[in-house]
């Protein structure tokens, strides 16, 4: 599927940031909030530049001055998921919700599963869905109007399309993420730097998207067998326990050693010119 | 069994903030040390707060002015334990050991499986097992004079009832904590807030309860099912694969959605009013 | 084997700190760069030392004033492992890769088995293996003058002895991690401070490696019963659930808490003097 | 998308059998074989049972008299796969290879993610993937002409899509799975009903395959709720702990046992009748 | 609590078997179905047994001669948790229902925690909770006559306090797990043996009893520290990789091999006589 | 280090079956009773096998009549461990105790980490270590005359070199094998081969290691990645979650499928020839 087919995303690869591609949010008028086509939409694009060659690292943020996303479009997402279940029994509901959360998830997930790193540029109105979202990228960047906030118990419910999976494996001050859970309070620029939720603030939403898709640029430079390599080892690692881990890693790079960007990369170091190396 | 019964702790909710339970370790003559007796108060007080509908959130604070508690009182326990058993050969003194850690780490852990989150408020000094019960905990607080130690090493044992299994999921510094844990020296509030291992510091131990309650309080105004909800998946998730945490979300959520919490979340959200919660 | 015979490393008991033993990187004129033999030597040093009853605390660093390490000497590497290789096949190349890698891993390893606390002291050039190698100590100090990096990516790999599992466990800024990784990028002391990569920072070369003498040192004047115990029990918890982890702490403790060192440990804090502990 | 318009698979929902779906594997001139079309086929068939109120159990056999399959079309897999690839970089091959391999995994995996139960009934050579897909259902049975194989060793690889990882949870008798994944032997239907590999073993195809069928619509006779979550329960414990599986069927059963199904189920026992049950 | 003291069962100790308990449930009249009441006594029991030094293998059978036990009261049960629950929020209702099924499930695992091995000695109707009753404990046997069923879809519910986590992790053939999970048909004494659910099959329930008993018996005879070591090292590797059933292991050891009962069982075992063990 | 120099142990490389390694333990007189340094050299041949390329199967069998082993040699190890140990602190031995067993498992689990695949032949006596020995292999024969025990309860002690690890995931039958653990009873040829201990059993003592030569030969004549890939993930499946085994397997494979071996074991088959492979 071509990407510019895609309806509520636009997607680009800046000419002047070779392998790099810029993944937008676009649909400024509601604050990009989420109804289900777009996480549809989402999972799609995330899956489709993971084995796209002409990418090499990529770069998420919102359309429009006032929001990153406010989360789930309520309104839609309530005509939709509850109203529509003409179930009764609340073990039958039970079925289709688990279904309907499970699709979500696993569209988000595409981020995660996505092969070339992530970076997240936010701005704005960050909230709920934004921080599901952004955990599940590599490296998160923000503007200084930024207002975040686990949203989620303010309308009721527990979080449920990974932030609380992800969020304390993200940051390590556990007593802070469950206060910002546990309280839907929100949360600025400065606290987020603190805490390591975000590795760098910009003064404006273009500074920090200009500061992403350089960074974003910078990884594409590297070769995309260590990069990827990197990217996967560091997910698995999180999960397991470090046995596992090194294990892990034995194996990935007993085929990953074999590359030719090895000796690229040692020559160019050498040399002291940029490398060039091979699609992948 | 009533909470004006237990004896080394005071129980009240007050009624100023509702939905609030405040804990209060009562042996400030002792620097609220503990012995066997008031563990097992401990855990019966959680246990029953967990299903206590009129808590949606609790406070665990220490009597008297200077500490929340010294930690273990050595010598009522030596007084107990080892020289109370009879027993020579080292198997059957090992078998009798093991019983007693698992028995005293089960009433710790009592704060943890609470449903309801836990926020302890600490002050003075806070040594041994005053850091195993504050990580059981889901938010520290401390006043400015608090001094924190992981004192086990200073009697020539490895902590055992929580502090190495869960201090370094609390705080994601883990050269701090191997120092701190492998030197028992001494730490202080500011240092607390920087590592993470405190969420606030304020300046008094009265402050630090008030805020404390505020926090408690304000948590409790939310949907209790968002709120107890949160609470165990983020417990779960500590302790398993992001993958693993998701599905568990899934199956939670599968029930928890079908709260008509959401629809009066919701609806006092558009209509600027605090929304009321069924009891749970 | 007597600590005088390795070739690549410098083993000394300094007399003014009893039972601590000071292990430094001995290759000064290539800045410490590592080459097969010297992975090996160094987990026969941390595998003696282990069992070591003289020692009760190591520091490692690294002579002269550039380098801790410069990580890999890759001009050995390259001539060693592939040029080595007369296999074709890819799947019998990544055999012994594969063997390769994991015997490496293991040797670096030796640091996180060793028994006894490790304070690893850095300064200068701290690329590559210089990560992965202290990730695997246990407290890590640092000089002002630092140049640390995940240099990996920059020869066309994935780190691939142990930094990509254990910083993340190491550090909890997650996002961090993942930048500094993916683009190989230099960080100095403050951001290593900063991110709690480091416990702290002095002035000069000779500063840090004091400072990590005088934590160790005061490491060994604790009972080695709970220094190695707490030293054990943490890395076990870093791995499992908070559950698994107390279980193996109440095991663990079921003979532990049968020494002697107990009661030398409160006697000698009644009489305010230092205790002597039998050797272990 | 209407299951007649599967190209390799026939799904029939036999009139006589109220809510089973027939799936048979339909190339029988090439005994079945294997080609990528046909495991995405495979794989959406399965997804769409999973949701379709239809079916409440679900039996899988192969048309033609010779084979159930005999496994990858080795042809077909060669000329596509590794021909197609223009790669000569070992780790860019790799990373093709493990794609692939994922996607086929992901396939086949569909069998056991389908919700509803899964009969396998097997004849004549099931050799290679045949195992794969058949320990990814729930029960086994063969016709007595059977001729197993794990066959992959022979054809110069390890079983990568599910067969080690799933024959030793399906069979307790290790050793033999050992014996029979490393040579590669042919294994008859006594010995695959001897060692747990099936459930039972009739005298020709037709015979496997009607009591297939009745094994599957008396499943289809029981609550819905109840099944889906059994199989579901027991796949989980499988990969879990007995603690976390146990917590697992908690929350699980917690929407569960709001059920109507109860009632219905107790009152039809009551009354010794066949309960019907809402559609799920 | 007096044994003597518990209303559903008796437990007494055979003169006849030194060191063995005999726990039998006591409501023949309801052929042993169980209502809550009964599974708390069952725990308190089972709990107390485990550091009752008395015994050091325990029995557990069923009075009368028609059932070990024909699972949950459902009459009881229906009276007490659903028509007894006022909530009508499903969200609520959950909540109990998890409280509910977490409290039963910790009943039946007193069994599996009881530091000492359980032989079950099952007969006519065990069906049901007689199954997660009997995989929680170490040995089944069972007269000729017994007729089990994992009953549970029968009644609309997915098995949940232990069965459907247990049975696969003692029995190895998975798709027999699954199909007599999945249809809820009875299996009788020779399946039941053929498949490993049962070590034997005796005549009569007497002789059952008489076997079970001398199995004890003979547990009995040997080391309480060898003999509980192995039980709780057992449990542990189900639950775990080999490489932590070994480190687990080695702990344990380290301290039950200074045991007293090594010499003693190796003097007695020169001396051909039975050796006698200190009480644990 | 030569393979003739091994002291307590022959290593031939029988000339009638090609890439097969016989290893026979060879201390008859005391009916291969083990001791310190045996199994020191077990697992310096094992690990010097897993690398060495002439070998690509490896029998594992006792010399003498009477016996495979009868275990651990008690005097000798009486001798050696708790006589030697002057520590009088328990913690102290408990440390002592912990090295031992930590450097036994890891001998004895060379033979689990050996590359190659290992049948096991016994006879005899084949008792204690014989069954955590075996069970660290893939395949066990057994001769008729073979009497196997779970010897350690009758010594005083819980198994700890791998039998309480190992053998419930060899046997399916849980409830057989805590039988046989807690009692320490014999079993015989046809029992071992009925729970699955045994893959087959022979008439003598020599048919049995003819068939185990003949098996060994047999899978070293097949591709040794294929061959050396499986025995590497049937292990790490049987330790992790199905999820997990799958994509240890991708991994694994996506070296592995880039091997010669493929095309070699194709053409050959359709050739009706035997394929040779290059060394590994």
Known sequence: MAYYAFQHFTVRFPPEHQHVAHVEINR???????????WLELSQIFTQLSTDSSAR??????????????????????????????ATDPARKAAHLRRHIASFQDCISAVER?????????HGF???LAIDLSTAADVRVCARNVRFAVKEVD??????????????????????????????REFGADEALRVGFVNAVYDTREATIVAALELAAYMATKSPVAVQGTKEILNWSRDHSVQD???????????????QDMSAA???????RTPTFEKL
């Not at 881990?245 to 590359?259: E, F, H, K």
């Open 126 to 128: 960050s909230l709920g």
């Open 245 to 259: 881990g090194l294990r892990y890693t034995t194996v990935w790079n007993s085929a990953a050693l074999q590359t």
């Open 155 to 184: 309308i009721g419910i527990a979080a449920d399309v990974g932030t609380l999976s992800r969020l304390p494996k993200v940051v390590g001050h556990y007593g802070w993420v469950k206060e910002v859970a546990l309280t839907a």
């Open 266 to 272: 040692l020559m160019s170091g050498l040399q002291k």
């Open 114 to 122: 996505c092969e070339k790193p992530v970076v997240v540029a936010m």
């Open 28 to 38: 400024p008028d509601k604050m990009n909030a989420f109804f289900e086509a777009m």
């Open 57 to 86: 690292a990529i770069v998420l943020s919102g359309a429009g001055d006032r929001a990153f996303t406010t989360g789930l479009d309520v309104k839609a997402a309530s005509q939709g998921l509850l109203s529509g279940d003409a």
